[in-house]
C-alpha cells in the first residue's frame, strides 16, 4: 500500500527563518512520482516540483530546495528566508500509475 | 497560460439530489482526475480517466458517483443522491502523461459543494 505521512502538523516561523517540512513515503513500487503542492488560503492547488523515484538529485529554485533520500523515503522541503507570501498548507504526495496520494499536509504560519 | 477551469466554484444542494460538476481541462491534456478536501482535511484522489475509460478508483468513488467526458472539452463528475458528507471541495486536474510516466497534475480552483 501506498502512504504518505507529513507528521508536522503546522509549523510557525518568523521572517527570514528557514523552515523545512519534512515528507516520509511508503510504496512497494519501484517506479513512482513525488510532488509538492502549494495550497494557498485562496484554496487553489499550485504545483511545486515533481521528481521520480530515479532521480535523487536534490534541486533548487530560487528560495525552494528540495531533498530526495530514496534510502530513507524522504522528501523534504526547505524555504530559505521564508517570507509572508509562502503561508499556505504544503501538501507532500506520490504518484504510481494513475493513482495520486497526498499527504495531510503541512499549514506554515510566516509572521512579519 | 493554459488552466484548468471548474464551474461553478459554489454549489449548494439538498440531501438526496443530484449534482454535476463540470471541468474544462487543459486543452492537449488526454488525462483527468478528481479529488475531494473535505474541510481542513486532505486531498484525497476519487478517480482518474483517460480515453473515456476509468482508469483507476478510490473507495470513496461508489456506485453514487460517476464521471463522463461528454464532448471534447468538458470533464465532469455527478454525484447521484448526495448526502451530508459529500459537501467539500472539489478538485479536477489534468495531465499530459500518466503511468509509468507520471505527469504534471494542474488543478483547477475548485468547486465548493454544500450539502444542506
Redesign the interface.
Known amino acids: 500500500a501506498q502512504k504518505v505521512t507529513q507528521a508536522q502538523t503546522e509549523i510557525s516561523v518568523v521572517e527570514k527563518e528557514d523552515v523545512t517540512l519534512d515528507c516520509v513515503y511508503e510504496t512497494r513500487d519501484t ?3 513525488l ?1 509538492w ?1 502549494k495550497q494557498p488560503p485562496s ?5 511545486l516540483i ?1 521528481r ?1 523515484s530515479f532521480d535523487e538529485q536534490n534541486e533548487i529554485s530560487g528560495r525552494y530546495s528540495w531533498n530526495f533520500q530514496k534510502s530513507t523515503s524522504s522528501f523534504n522541503f526547505t524555504i530559505t528566508a521564508s517570507q509572508v507570501v509562502d503561508s499556505a498548507v504544503y ?1 507532500c ?1 506520490l ?11 503541512t499549514r506554515l504560519f510566516v509572521k512579519a | 497560460e493554459p488552466e484548468v477551469t471548474q464551474t461553478p466554484s459554489h454549489q449548494v444542494t439538498q440531501m438526496g439530489q443530484e449534482v454535476i460538476l463540470r471541468c474544462v481541462p487543459i486543452s492537449n491534456h488526454l ?1 483527468f ?1 478528481w ?1 475531494r478536501q473535505i474541510l481542513g ?5 476519487l478517480v ?1 480517466f ?1 480515453n473515456n475509460e476509468i ?2 478508483k ?1 473507495e470513496i468513488f461508489d456506485d453514487q458517483f460517476s464521471v463522463e467526458r461528454p464532448d471534447g472539452s468538458n470533464f465532469t463528475l455527478k454525484i447521484r443522491s448526495t448526502k451530508l458528507e459529500d459537501s467539500a ?1 472539489y ?1 479536477c ?1 489534468s495531465s499530459d502523461t ?3 510516466s ?1 505527469g ?7 468547486t465548493r459543494l454544500s450539502v444542506l
Open positions: 517506479t513512482y512520482y510532488f503542492y484554496g487553489e492547488l499550485v504545483f515533481r521520480n501538501f504526495a504518484s504510481r500509475g494513475f493513482k495520486t496520494i497526498f499527504g495531510a499536509g | 488525462y482526475y479529488y482535511q486532505k486531498v484525497e484522489f482518474s483517460y482508469s483507476e478510490s471541495m478538485f486536474a500518466a503511468g509509468q507520471s504534471i497534475q494542474y488543478f483547477g480552483a475548485g
